[in-house]
């Protein structure tokens, strides 16, 4: 499981900027005007032999003073409740300022461990003086940056990965599946839970967002042990509709990371919606097989083709993840709820399935037959032979003359022939394209 590192901190000190630089790309919008940072809040980045999640906790928009103070402490709690290492970032330009206190003075309560790093210091040697008052913080000695400029990042990022929990050897090992359950707030994630479990173990009432933390909890069916992990909701019902959204993708982030298969929640009443997507988009990014579940089936007027209809709109919003399985649920009622786990087991069986290169060159020759590479300038792609290379979710390599002949829609073509042939029902695929000669 990856550790997440969140940051922290005051409109306008830089967040997005060094986001964006540890991320590796402009995932962030950064513009000069405090507290425009939107949309994605998370991201991969890597250093040393270490690779974590990073978010990015922005999204305040500065009305007045307290406004920004209550925000930033939500910002806070949304760290310190996710985050095993948290950046406190600073401005050495305005220097220490009043809010910084009050959320070091949360950040100091919070037995998680603190980087504070000033940023926009542009010359070490001159401005070590500025760096130095934020000693008066009592959170650790101030790291200089330069966001912007890229200087002093090694130094933060070593003490950063210093505080990375120890990798247990037995948490690697263990073969229990592990199932992250995510979806909209008051989708009915607990409850499911609950039904699974057959007793209360999850708090499940009617207000959005009162499940406070993840919640790990092992279900033993037919002689088998399944983790599932809970994808919490919020503390409080009165947040602003973004933040909650903010939180809730934030959650269901660490959560899809730690787990082998994500089930995706969707309220039938409501229908399948843009929030829906960007969840799901978690799931497929990293790879993990997934499950929908539309809960509160038993609410919705039927006739013989309301399944179908409902099918088809799920597809088209979700259509980046066509090989997710559906499942319609009620969880209250009971209904469907047994064929959860056989569903479960497919999608594992899936996930781990091993195609022997002989097999799939045999596949990929006859595809290529059927409907020829694509040209350009009249050069055409050669396919020299695939073979996969590792599994959850199953990973080929593709070996051609040329990368850029090989497009987007013949890769696609090509896992489509893939499926036809093996299934691979409820798992994302994974291609990596090589030219001949290069290293695998």
Known sequence: MKPVVAIVGRPNV??????????????SIVQDTPGVTRDRIYATGSWLNHTFTLIDTGGIEPDSRD??????????????????VIVFLTDCRQGLVDSDSKVA??????????????????????????????????????????????????DMLDRIVEHF??????????????????????????????????EDRVIVSDIAGTTRDAVDTTIRYNHKDYIFIDTAGLRRKNKIKEEIERYSIIRAVTAVDRADIVIMMIDADEGVTEQDAKIAGIAHERGKGVIICVNKWDLVEKDDKTIYRFTEDVRKTLSFMPYAEILFISVKTGQRMGKLFDLIDLVIENQNLRISTGVLNEIITEAT??????????????IFYA?????????FVIFV??????HFSYTRYLENKIREAFGFRGTPLKFLIRERGEKE
Do not use: C, H, W
Request: proline letters at 7%; aromatic letters at 4%.
């Open 14 to 27: 830089g967040k997005s900027t060094l986001f964006n630089v540890l991320a590796g790309d402009n995932i």
């Open 387 to 395: 073979t996969e290379v590792s599994v959850k979710p199953p990973t």
């Open 105 to 154: 003075d949360m950040l100091r309560r919070a037995d998680k461990p603190v980087v504070l790093v000033v940023n926009k210091v542009d010359n070490f040697q001159t401005q070590m003086a500025d760096v130095y008052e934020f000693y008066n913080l009592g959170i650790g000695d101030p790291i200089p940056i330069s966001a912007v400029s890229k200087k002093g990042l090694g």
């Open 369 to 382: 037959v059927m409907q020829q590479p694509p040209s350009d300038k009249g050069k055409r792609l050669k």
């Open 165 to 198: 929990p120890e990798q247990n050897e037995e948490e690697e090992d263990d073969m229990t599946p592990k199932i992250a359950i995510i979806g909209k707030p008051n989708v009915g994630k607990s409850s499911l839970i609950n039904r699974l479990a057959q």
């Open 401 to 406: 003359n040329s990368r850029e002949l090989m």
């Open 67 to 84: 406004i920004i103070l209550s925000q930033m402490r939500e910002q806070a709690e949304i760290a310190i409740a996710t985050a095993d």
